[in-house]
């Protein structure tokens, strides 16, 4: 299968890091994985596109990675907040489009913010797979993966579906996959009937096949 063109780059494969790079290549996304630590990239070798031992504290070393060309970087780094902030800083300093960064707590993170990172992720609350879901689709609020093979999403109602009544869109025959709910305003429509039209301002709750929630994702 043909890599898709979105381009995604983790600094730091602690168990946080590792989720994000791994959720994305298994979501046919390019990925290259850096850490300092020798022994966690040798372990990480099989699960990522790339994956190379680096210091990303000094510039030359994320010029030579070609840092720069990715679309977006997330900096996992956990432990060591130096490290982390002189990360940032580079990246910023060098044009990185995207920054997320994982930050160790909220005073922490207000630092990020002001360093300029665009999105400021915390471990405890945020699971790497659901960060890294949102990374490449935008609409989607809330990823829960129940089982390897069964996920649940809520999402902002994909334009292609706007109009269609729930039985038009076919989902379920499509990509095996049900809407549950719907959002409207204040209201929920729980459960919705097969002739509910979609609105553009609704919130669709989605359970499903995993692989189908994902295709559910890159409609626009």
Do not use: C, W
């Amino acid at each position: 299968m043909k890599k898709k063109n979105k381009q995604f780059a983790v600094i730091g494969l602690g168990r946080f890091g590792k989720s994000v790079a791994r959720t994305l290549t298994n979501m046919d996304y390019e990925v290259l994985a850096i850490d300092s630590n020798e022994e966690r990239v040798q372990g990480f070798s099989d699960e990522v596109t790339h994956v190379v031992q680096a210091d990303t504290t000094e510039e030359e070393t994320l010029k030579a990675l070609g840092i720069r060309n990715f679309d977006v970087v997330v900096v996992a780094i956990g432990e060591d907040v130096q490290a982390n902030t002189l990360t940032v800083l580079l990246l910023k300093e060098l044009g990185v489009k995207y920054i997320v960064a994982k930050a160790r707590n909220m005073l922490h993170g207000k630092m990020l913010v002001k360093l300029g990172v665009d999105r400021v992720v915390y471990p405890e609350r945020d699971m790497g797979q659901r960060v890294a879901h949102n990374l490449v689709a935008t609409n989607v609020m809330e990823y829960i993966e129940l089982s390897p093979n069964l996920t649940m999403v809520e999402v902002a109602t994909p334009r292609i579906l706007v109009g269609k009544t729930l039985a038009e869109t076919d989902l379920r025959a499509k990509y095996k996959v049900n809407v549950v709910a719907i959002k409207r305003g204040e209201d929920v429509i729980v459960p919705p009937v097969p002739s509910e039209k979609i609105l553009d301002e609704d919130i669709l709750f989605v359970v499903g096949d995993t692989k189908g929630i994902h295709k559910l994702e890159e409609l626009d």
